[in-house]
């Protein structure tokens, strides 16, 4: 594990990046062109670990895939056509990779073990396991199937009415990936909607899936086609940058073609509502992701509160929103979004001790944290504790605080933008 020194930054940002392919769909194209039938071609692909780990799980389900020219090309051969691996399907670092492929597997007519990297044999499993149980799948993990490594013994499954008890993508979409394979309907009722991705994608391969206002229903989809895919640039990643833009004097940056799901846009949202300047240019709906230039330029925040249906639009957006809120006039509250608790690490605890040693004024509470702002941050001795997305939000962190931050474990941030640190030094020359 690496660590790195940053000194605050002495000029601006200005110009423009293209913001890397956004990684839940880059994972999805992986998915639903191994099992559509005909080759699927997916163009701005992530190439980040986690979605290589969703690569190398489905090669080793026999499935070829190949690079040419920058772009993946699988030669999906049906959704019959997966083979049992002969090898235990290791996840790295992504609990995308594991919680959508048992929803999938729980259904193939074979043995498939899956296990992870320490983060991963923390994260839960049981939100997925407890409803493809009752679709009849037959999973075992340790700690009583809520634990990697856990073991699917893939059989017939039947459709179920679901109404989700937390706001998951990852448990809506294991259970889409398993309906589609399910005799009879498979109803899915969600409270807050969460990124839809799996859903937009199914139907554009021809699935069947009807959508209404908060419920999904799905049928067999024995025939999907294999399709020629633009992967967005990923929100997330997007969002590092329209902070750092924000908060450093006298910026501006253009953050070229960025995912605009709806489902995904609660970042820009909340900064807005914080009185960022945030501009749009080049609005393109390309086949079925809706993605847009961005322009952001420095600007002064007052504080917000979020809560109820926003959190799971911005959810993995909430550690730079806190960085964010620790320059705003006033107190921000951060409410409903226990989940973070359940991510790569513990995120409110690992924003609130990061941030703390920063010298921000922040607080944790059962299911959100509390920041009081303006504070000027200084350098210290930081840790991504192996978590990607507290690693960039460090590392923004450091253009603003007074003196040297070091970060340690900085290297976490390769599984969703290796890029990062070229772009930032394309955006500060
Ligand atoms: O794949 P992983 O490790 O779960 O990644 C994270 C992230 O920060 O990149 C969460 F830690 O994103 C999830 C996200 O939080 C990706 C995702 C998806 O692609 O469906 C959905 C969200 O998770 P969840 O648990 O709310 O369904």
Redesign the pocket.
């Known amino acids: 594990m690496t660590d790195i020194n940053l000194v605050k930054l002495s000029s601006n940002l200005k110009g423009e990046i293209t913001i890397p392919g956004d990684?839940?769909i880059s994972?999805?194209s992986i998915i639903f062109g191994s099992i559509a039938e005909g080759q699927t071609i997916v163009e701005n692909f992530l190439t980040g670990e986690?979605c290589l780990s969703t690569i190398y799980c489905f090669k080793l389900l026999g499935v070829k895939i190949d690079v040419v020219d920058d772009k993946i090309h699988i030669n999906g051969k049906g959704i019959s056509s997966l083979l049992e691996p002969h090898e235990v399907l290791d996840v790295g670092?992504?609990?995308?990779?594991?919680?959508?492929m048992s929803g999938l597997l729980s259904a193939q007519n074979f043995h498939t073990v899956f296990t992870g990297d320490d983060s991963?044999k923390k994260?839960p499993m049981k939100?997925v396991v407890t409803p493809l149980k009752m679709m009849g799948a037959r999973i075992l993990g340790r700690n009583n199937g809520d634990n990697t490594p856990i073991s699917i013994e893939g059989t017939e499954l039947s459709g179920i009415r679901y109404e989700m008890p937390?706001?998951?993508?990852?448990?809506?979409?294991a259970i889409i990936l398993a309906g589609i394979q399910a005799n009879g309907n498979t109803e899915i009722l969600e409270e807050y909607k969460?990124?839809d991705?799996?859903e937009r994608m199914l139907k554009a391969f021809g699935g069947n899936i009807t959508i209404t206002e908060n419920s999904i229903l799905v049928k067999k989809s024995s025939k999907l086609v294999g399709q020629s895919v633009y992967v967005p640039g990923d929100i997330?990643s997007a969002a590092f940058f329209m902070v750092a833009a924000t908060l450093v004097k006298d910026s501006r940056v253009k953050l070229l073609k960025v995912g605009m799901n709806p489902t995904r846009t609660g970042i820009i949202d909340v900064l807005e509502n914080m009185g960022a300047k945030i501009s749009y240019e080049n609005v393109f709906e390309e086949a079925f992701e809706p993605f847009s230039d961005i322009v952001v330029e420095s600007g002064n925040l007052i504080a917000s509160e979020l809560d109820g249906s926003i959190i799971?639009r911005l959810?993995?957006e909430i550690p730079i929103i806190a960085l964010a809120a620790t320059q705003a006039i006033g107190t921000t509250i951060i409410k409903g979004a226990e989940?973070l608790k359940?991510?790569?690490t513990n995120?409110i605890d690992t924003v609130v001790t990061q941030l703390k040693l920063l010298g921000a004024n922040i607080e944790a509470t059962s299911d959100g944290m509390v920041i009081t702002g303006p504070t000027q941050l200084k350098g210290n001795v930081v840790d991504s504790n192996g978590d990607?997305?507290i690693g960039m939000m460090l590392v923004v962190a450091s253009l603003i605080a007074e003196g040297t931050t070091t970060i340690k474990n900085i290297d976490a941030i390769n599984?969703?933008y290796p890029n990062f640190f070229k772009h930032l030094e394309k955006l500060t020359h």
Do not use: W
Request: hydrophobic share 25%; no cysteine.
């Open positions: 990684k839940s994972h999805r986690d670092n992504s609990g995308t990779t594991l919680r959508l991963i994260r939100r937390i706001a998951s993508a990852q448990v809506k979409s969460t990124r991705h799996t997330s799971p959810i993995d989940e359940v991510k790569e995120r990607h997305r599984v969703s």
